[in-house]
């Protein structure tokens, strides 16, 4: 699982080069999940996750304050959440998760990224079988051998755990999110490097360096549309 984390942080730097267009895009999650439950983190499991993986991201408090309020006032914006699955260059896939308040403009505006950079959308469930819905959290300040005592006292077993440059991360269940990262929490841990609710590709895909440029200009016009929220692919970045 190495490489896939490897694209996380890649993932994770092309974003901090487009704070404004982040920051917008946590606005919108914040808003969504607090409209949908209580406004109060504690009483809310989908906003607490936001507000973790914001956190990851340096979201500033204002940002996050006003979503919150906003929600509280009634704000009178609906959004769908929408799901969808294509195809880049030499077999790459990808899936697009969007919030959007008007369906057909994101479902054309997601086709012709597609279309326009080598790409063709899938029908629904064409892509996502080849992906696992996975909880990665990463931070530094721990061994791989201690953060395994500490959830195996914890009573936690999760997929796998790794130690690459100084950081541990750890893979487990979606449903054990809130768990492993409050376990890490109180053994001391209170900075996390990621934490996300990820799609992983089962197997990577490599690809040449002219074909990989290709499916980058491809991912990064996806997620430049306003109502993208996330891109998950299975291509082994380099």
């Not at 395994?148 to 950081?167: N, S």
């Not at 360096?209 to 970045?237: G, P, R, S, T």
């Amino acid at each position: 699982m190495g490489r896939k984390w490897n694209n996380i942080k890649e993932k994770k730097a092309s974003k901090d080069k487009n704070t404004s267009r982040i920051y917008a895009k946590f606005g919108r999650e914040i808003y969504v999940a607090a409209k949908q439950g209580e406004p109060d983190p504690e009483l809310n499991q989908n906003l607490k996750f936001v507000l973790e993986r914001a956190k990851t991201y340096n979201v500033p408090k204002n940002i996050v304050e006003r979503a919150i309020e906003k929600a509280k006032g009634g704000g009178e914006e609906n959004y769908d959440e929408l799901r969808y699955e294509g195809f880049g260059p030499n077999g790459s896939m990808i899936i697009v998760d969007a919030l959007t308040n008007n369906v057909n403009r994101t479902a054309s505006e997601v086709r012709a990224a597609f279309n326009k950079n080598g790409g063709n959308m899938g029908v629904s469930g064409s892509v996502a079988y080849m992906f696992d819905q996975t909880a990665v959290i990463g931070f530094e300040g721990k061994s791989e051998e201690e953060v395994l005592e500490i959830l195996m006292e914890a009573d936690i077993d999760v997929r796998d755990i790794l130690e690459e440059e100084g950081t541990v991360i750890v893979y487990a269940e979606p449903d054990q999110f809130h768990a492993v990262q409050e376990t890490i929490k109180n053994a001391g841990i209170t900075d996390f490097t990621v934490a996300e609710l990820t799609m992983l590709a089962q197997n990577e895909l490599a690809l040449s360096e002219d074909v990989q440029e290709q499916f980058e200009k491809l991912v990064d016009a996806i997620e430049d549309l306003e109502d993208v929220q996330q891109v998950y692919h299975n291509v082994e970045l380099s």
